[in-house]
């Protein structure tokens, strides 16, 4: 269905976030789907004038959904960025199954870069609901600037079953935290029982593969692991998916 950029907002000075407000009835969703987005732009063609995203609001914010994207040299994101509020975009009915399972187990969200949009969207929808659960986010970025960081603090400082552990792996002099990559050793540092643990992992190949890698290895059982790669990239994994 066609949709009308409402408003655009910087996230960092890499990343952008996107209100559109579909023309029609958006169906339901669940917190942690995706779309696809086609670019009205007769300067791109096939495979250029689309990209999926997930859906970094949740279905409380309807009429309006939020994407959030992350600057880099393609056409696509070059045009995105170009829009400006009042252009019209085509997007696609939400698919997808990575979202917050039920369950009363500790969940661990280990999150790269602009791999936190899946969980921007679950932790607002979940937590006013009620959720208990424990819930640890592990979230990473080259450097201090970091999306929804302000939006992620405040839900931490009202939820005390909300913990978010930040680390800046290219930091600047003024970084007093966490530094390092988010491996086996980090993972085992902040979350001692990682079998008994969900764990939603999202971000970049690489590293969600590096992910699924040593969470076997800690003796995770892989139904009690979900992945999103950020890319068209796809491997065999219980839950992964384009």
């Known amino acids: 269905m066609d949709a009308t950029l409402t408003k655009v907002t910087e996230l960092g000075s890499q ?23 086609v670019l009205k732009n007769e300067l791109l063609t096939g495979a250029d004038k689309a990209h999926t995203y997930t859906i970094a609001s949740t279905p409380m914010e309807l009429p309006e959904i939020l994407i959030a994207s992350k600057d880099s040299p393609s056409f696509f994101k070059k045009a995105l960025r170009a829009l400006k509020p009042g252009d019209s975009v085509t997007i696609t ?12 187990r500790p969940v661990v969200m280990i999150a790269g870069g602009i791999g936190i949009t899946p969980f921007r969207s679950m932790l607002v929808q979940a937590l006013p609901a009620g959720l208990t659960r424990a819930i640890h986010v592990l979230y990473s970025n080259k450097t201090a600037d970091i999306a929804f960081r302000t939006e992620l603090d405040a839900l931490a400082e009202r939820y005390p079953n909300l913990q978010i552990t930040y680390t800046v792996t290219v930091p600047d002099a003024s970084w007093r935290g966490e530094g390092r990559l988010i491996t086996r050793e980090l993972v085992c540092d902040y979350c001692p029982a990682p079998s008994d643990s969900d764990f939603y992992v999202c971000g970049p190949p690489g590293m969600v593969n590096a992910c699924i890698a040593y969470l076997s290895e800690l003796n995770v059982p892989s139904e009690q692991v979900y992945v999103e790669r950020f890319t068209g990239y796809h491997a065999l994994h219980p839950h992964s998916k384009q």
Do not use: C, M, R
């Open 93 to 104: 009915n939400p698919i997808g199954d990575f979202y917050l399972h039920e369950g009363d």
């Open 15 to 37: 990343s952008l976030g996107l209100w559109f407000k579909p023309q029609g009835a958006f169906p339901q969703f669940i917190a942690g789907q995706h779309v696809t987005l």
